[in-house]
C-alpha cells in the first residue's frame, strides 16, 4: 500500500495547484466525478489508464478514513 502522500501530489505549477494523482495531470476530483455519476473504478482506470487501481484505492481509503475521523470527533 502507497501512502496518500505518494498516491497524490499538488504543485501550483500543475492546473494551479489541484490535487492531482501523482505522476499525472489527473485531478483526483475526476475519480469522485466518475463514483458520483455512477461510473465505476474500472471504467475510471481505463479513461485515465495511467493512473493506477492503489492510487485509486489509497485515495478512497484515505477520504474514508478522514470522514471517520471528522464523524467521531463531532458529538452526535
Known amino acids: 500500500m502507497i501512502t496518500i502522500d505518494e498516491a497524490v501530489k499538488s504543485d501550483p505549477e500543475i492546473l494551479g495547484g489541484t490535487p492531482c494523482f501523482a505522476g499525472t495531470r489527473v485531478p483526483v476530483r475526476n475519480l469522485f466525478d466518475y463514483l458520483e455519476g455512477g461510473t465505476g473504478i474500472d471504467a475510471f482506470l481505463e479513461s485515465f489508464d495511467w493512473v493506477s487501481r492503489e492510487q485509486v484505492v489509497t485515495?478512497?481509503?484515505?477520504?474514508?478514513t478522514q470522514l471517520e475521523a471528522l464523524h467521531t470527533a463531532r458529538p452526535s
Request: glycine share 0%.
Open 59 to 64: 485515495v478512497l481509503e484515505h477520504s474514508a
